[in-house]
């Protein structure tokens, strides 16, 4: 029992993780559940153990810890990640998401077709304009100041999203229903490298939707 906790505090202490005693208390032990680790192999029972916010142990383990959780008869998995999500304007309204932190979601991935950001004068007004129950002042302007505007409000899931390709076209010309110039063209280019390098997990299209 002592060898898979040793082997983790090994693993994570070299890696300089965290550092901590092996054998005292560990924050949380979630204790007995039925583990799926995301593998694609069969479950197993086993304990977690966990230390400042990052699993420390997995095995069957002999420790204490501050709260001992027991996950007996219950799935243990890592947080499921939500790859098509339209909370863009529920977290700024609610940022506890309990809808689906309830059901196990830890990662919200957003951005389909249509992303937060860049936004121009126009498209912030017809954001304004288009809002339904719930209303917000359009305090950003890129996708990264988004993003950092749901961390400054606090949420509680992670979150990430692609730039829309639809977005940078109506940045660039509008909703014109043609194609654009070799200048629009490198002004969305320009819109896209700018979302990636703040962050964007990279272009998503919806192309039965205009102006994709």
């Known amino acids: 029992m002592r060898k898979v906790t040793l082997f983790f505090c090994t693993v994570l ?10 054998f005292g208390a560990y924050d949380v032990m979630i204790k007995s559940g039925r583990i799926y680790d995301g593998s694609g192999g069969p479950a197993y029972v086993a304990d977690v153990a966990i230390e400042d916010d990052l699993i420390a142990a997995i095995g069957q383990l002999d420790a204490d810890a501050n709260l001992v959780i027991n996950a007996q008869g219950f799935a243990v998995a890592p ?24 059901q196990g979601v830890t990662l919200e991935v957003m951005g389909e077709g249509f992303s937060m950001g860049p936004l121009n004068e126009m498209m912030k007004r017809d954001m304004l304009e288009s809002q339904g129950q719930i209303k917000f002042a359009v305090e950003w302007t890129t996708l990264g100041e988004y993003l950092e505007y749901l961390e400054r409000k606090g949420v509680s899931t992670n979150v990430a999203s692609f730039v829309g390709a639809s977005t940078v076209r109506i940045h660039a010309l ?8 070799y200048i629009e063209l490198q002004k969305m280019q320009q819109l896209a490298a700018q979302a990636m390098r703040e962050g964007a997990l990279g272009v998503s299209s919806a192309l039965i939707y205009a102006p994709g």
């Open 174 to 181: 509008g909703y014109q229903d043609r194609a654009p110039t």
């Open 79 to 102: 947080g499921f990640i939500n790859m098509l999500s339209w909370a863009n304007d529920t977290l700024i309204e609610d940022g506890r998401s309990q809808s689906d932190i309830r």
């Open 13 to 22: 202490f070299i890696s300089s993780v965290c550092v901590f005693d092996c």
